[in-house]
């Protein structure tokens, strides 16, 4: 046999154990294909159930949205009638606000001018309550006067009602001496003229003394004058004072009842005035 017919032995024997080699890779290829292949075809038709399942809910959902839709534009149509309905209110509203800021204009500038007025009339208000207060604290003090006035008047009453209960248990004591006096003058007149007594020249001169009037009355006709001067001051029934009330005279009292430290006296005579309390008197003038 030949070199070329060998080698040509050899090359289809290498040939035929690559193809025995190719088929067994294909063959072992094509299994895995097959089995590549149901797997793909299994998980394609668990893909279309699913897919059907998704579709028939999809199908469902657009249904529910169909029906979702339809109610929408139901209320999109009912909302648009609202619309139509809120739209023509709102015209009337802003025709109404237009005319209501018209007024509020209006009522703005007579507000201005109100709160003018009551500023001006807020001014006399301050202006008058001042003038208030001042009435008020001219009125607080005349009435603190008053009440001064009348306490003062309570007890100058008092007193007046306190002195003429004196006057008059003096007058009476006046009276009973006086009558008394009276008496012992009747009997020393007629001893006098009996036994001849000259009693001026028995008769002591007063000592010099000053005083005041507390009172007098001039009722009754007979005027009776108190001083302050009494017995502690050594003054005795008898006495004559002058009284005086700066440079007017007023005339001449005789003691005719002595107190402690207070007389009585009666009016001989009779100067410019009557006798009040607080006049003067004295023994000199």
């Known amino acids: 046999m030949s070199s070329l017919g060998k080698t040509f032995i050899v090359v289809n024997l ?68 609202d619309n139509a309905t809120r739209l023509q209110e709102l015209t009337d509203a802003r025709r109404q606000n237009d005319d209501q800021n018209g007024r509020l204009e209006s009522l703005s500038q007579k507000i201005n001018s109100l709160e003018q007025v009551f500023r001006t009339e807020q001014s006399r208000n301050e202006s008058l309550n001042n003038t208030v207060q001042q009435l008020r604290e001219e009125r607080d003090n005349a009435l603190d006067e008053r009440d001064a006035a009348f306490a003062a008047q309570s007890e100058a009453e008092d007193g007046q009602n306190q002195a003429e209960g004196q006057v008059r248990e003096l007058e009476a004591q006046l009276n009973r001496v006086q ?44 005027p009776i004058v108190i001083i302050n001067r009494g017995k502690s001051d050594g003054v005795r029934v008898g006495f004559t004072f002058d009284v005086f009330n700066g440079g007017l005279y007023k005339g001449q009292i005789r003691v005719e009842h002595v107190n402690e430290n207070s007389a009585a006296a009666r009016v001989t005579l009779e100067g410019e005035g009557q006798i009040v309390q607080g006049d003067l008197i004295s023994t000199r003038v």
């Open 14 to 81: 290498v040939l035929s154990a690559l193809f025995v080699g190719a088929s067994a890779s294909l063959i072992g290829t094509s299994q895995e294909y097959r089995k590549k292949f149901e797997d793909e075809q299994q998980a394609k038709t668990e893909l279309e159930a699913t897919l059907n399942t998704e579709k028939a809910d999809l199908q469902a959902e657009v249904g529910r949205l169909s029906d979702d839709l339809v109610r929408k534009d139901g209320e999109i149509t009912s909302l648009k009638a």
């Open 179 to 222: 009558d008394n006096l009276d008496q012992k003058e009747a009997l020393l007149a007629m001893a006098a003229r009996e036994y001849s007594i000259d009693f001026g020249k028995l008769s002591q001169p007063q000592p010099d003394m000053d005083g005041l009037v507390l009172s007098s009355s001039y009722a009754d006709g007979t």
